[in-house]
């Protein structure tokens, strides 16, 4: 199935009610994802809000710690809600706020099922995987996160000021796959408790989270650094209105790496290290100075 950028209707009521929904999602759900996309310039910023809202949505659903929540239950939800995607990207439409948000801005950038469908079945997964394999943990950060970099990839590329001169989708691809894993990878360390002990899943193959150690870490981390260099390396390649934005989430995410490294892993083991707002507003300056280069 393709679809072809520029199907969205005009924009209506509905459409910017739908638009605020899926912004609320991510000022609640995500403090640094939203500080950092203040940055992008529009449509980039609705855009990438509303991809993430549905990312947000999904994530619920799977990791609700609500023990009532069953998987059946859990698992009818998740089938509903990509329903519902499907169904939204052949209409244009759908009941959902945050669904009909998301297909506006997969139709109106080429957002298509080679990416939608991956990312469901990443989350498909949390609903029975709770140790991984190497190759379904290659599979699940490709469609949890990866994927997600793509989405976002073409709505850097559909935004006006992306000139002819800008590198193709294809030769940025990788460097937004790279950022994406980076991302899912460091949230699977500082969550390393909670994904064991709430969520009975290990994520990282033939890692004991019970014996989690320095060495550990340190390997865990020297593999998403390699990401974070990856993804660096395609940023001055971004257009303008995404650049800085982008810069920025680099930043705070190659910050909580080196907070990560300097921390010993029993506490890792216990707590969730954060990046503090006071250090998040610094780094947000520094790609704001950076400015379009």
């Known amino acids: 199935m393709t679809f072809f950028v520029g199907r969205s209707a005009p924009r209506s009521l509905y459409d910017a009610v739908s638009e605020a929904s899926s912004a609320i999602v991510i000022r609640e759900y995500s403090s640094s994802f939203g500080l950092a996309s203040r940055l992008l310039g529009e449509p980039v910023r609705t855009q990438v809000r509303n991809i993430y809202a549905l990312v947000r949505v999904a994530d619920e659903i799977v990791d609700n710690p609500d023990p009532t929540l069953d998987r059946a239950a859990r698992s009818t939800m998740l089938e509903w809600l990509q329903d519902d995607v499907r169904h939204a990207l052949r209409t244009g439409y759908s009941g959902n706020l945050v669904v009909h948000a998301f297909a506006r801005t997969a139709l109106g950038v080429g957002i298509e099922d080679d990416v939608v469908a991956p990312f469901f079945a990443s989350m498909r997964m949390d609903l029975d995987t709770t140790a991984h394999t190497q190759d379904t943990f290659e599979r699940y950060v490709h469609g949890s996160a ?115 490294r300097a921390t010993p892993a029993p506490e890792i083991r216990r707590t969730r290290v954060r990046v503090p707002t006071p250090v998040k507003l610094r780094l947000v300056a520094g790609a704001l100075r950076g400015g379009g280069s």
């Open 146 to 260: 990866e994927v997600v970099g793509l989405m976002c990839l073409r709505a850097f590329l559909a935004a006006p000021d992306a000139r002819s001169g800008t590198r193709p989708y294809d030769e940025l691809a990788p460097g937004a796959q790279r950022l994406g894993a980076a991302f899912q990878k460091l949230n699977f360390v500082r969550d390393l408790a909670d994904d064991h002990d709430v969520l009975r899943r290990d994520y990282f193959p033939g890692l004991d989270v019970d014996a989690f150690c320095d060495a550990d870490r340190d390997r865990i981390l020297d593999d998403i650094d390699a990401d974070l260099a990856a993804a660096a390396a395609v940023v001055p390649d971004l257009p303008p209105s995404s650049r800085r934005a982008v810069r920025a989430a680099h930043a705070t995410f190659a910050e909580l790496a080196c907070r990560l």
